[in-house]
């Protein structure tokens, strides 16, 4: 989560070689469009707003985020228009799902600057691929990061490991397959067998199936899982608790 807000802190500050227009109270000159999901979701949303919050109170610039009712494109161009209808002259997108949108918009608000963070503007067919001056794409080496915590887990001598990730999104893929790999170069390193399971919950909330899950794997004999996904972690937790205290 720091690591995120410090990603976000170091977003607007990026941007913020423009100059932004005095402040009318009715406005907010920097806005979060979030993903459907909520600014305390642990993830993404929570660390952009985070971050935003953090550089725009200590520099006293006026912020707010929308949330959109869907999960779609339509939806997320209609809370782009409502914050640049607001006075938005900084609009901070999290995830790749923004992609499509900032593809269009980018374009219609040319005076306008768009983060998007963990992903690079294209349209629907992925056909073209183009970031116009007023984007600030920011990517993520998710791989890594699964890399080093499997090669870490397998390391500190866990030996049965598992993967739970939300849904198969890039991000989410990446972090698994990095998880993959480092625990299989460490196991070759030591010369020991790891074994591995691997799924998909089908969403990022946290749930009581998410935790039945877990508790199984639990007692099937896995050490540790590498949940991946929102707040399902929670649910990873709670069964990590109830069968390893």
Not at 154 to 182: H, I
């Amino acid at each position: 989560m720091k690591k995120l807000m410090y990603l976000g802190l170091l977003s607007i500050a990026a941007m913020s070689v423009i100059t932004l227009s005095s402040c009318n109270p009715d406005e907010f000159k920097i806005a979060l469009i979030t993903d459907v999901g909520e600014i305390d979701d642990k993830s993404f949303n929570q660390g952009t707003w985070e971050g935003i919050k953090a550089y725009a109170e200590e520099n006293d610039i006026s912020h707010t985020y929308y949330k959109p009712e869907v999960q779609s494109t339509t939806a997320y161009v209609a809370a782009i228009d409502l914050a640049v209808a607001g006075g938005a002259e900084i609009i901070v997108t999290p995830g790749f799902l923004f992609e499509e949108p900032i593809f269009l918009v980018q374009d219609t608000y040319p005076n306008v600057d768009f983060v998007l963070i963990d992903g690079t503007p294209h349209n629907a067919d992925y056909s073209e691929f183009r970031t116009e001056e007023n984007v600030q794409p920011i990517l993520f080496a998710e791989q890594q990061a699964g890399f080093l915590a499997g090669y870490g887990a397998v390391m500190e001598g866990f030996r049965s490991l598992g993967f739970m990730g939300g849904m198969p999104f890039p991000a989410v893929v990446r972090f698994g397959m990095g998880f993959v790999v480092g625990a299989n170069v460490a196991a070759a390193e030591l010369d020991v067998d790891v074994t591995m399971k691997y799924h998909y919950t089908g969403g990022f909330s946290a749930t009581p199936e998410v935790q039945t899950k877990a508790a199984t794997w639990y007692q099937q004999g896995v050490d540790a899982i590498f949940a991946c996904g929102g707040s399902l972690g929670q649910s990873v937790m709670a069964a990590a608790e109830i069968e390893h205290g």
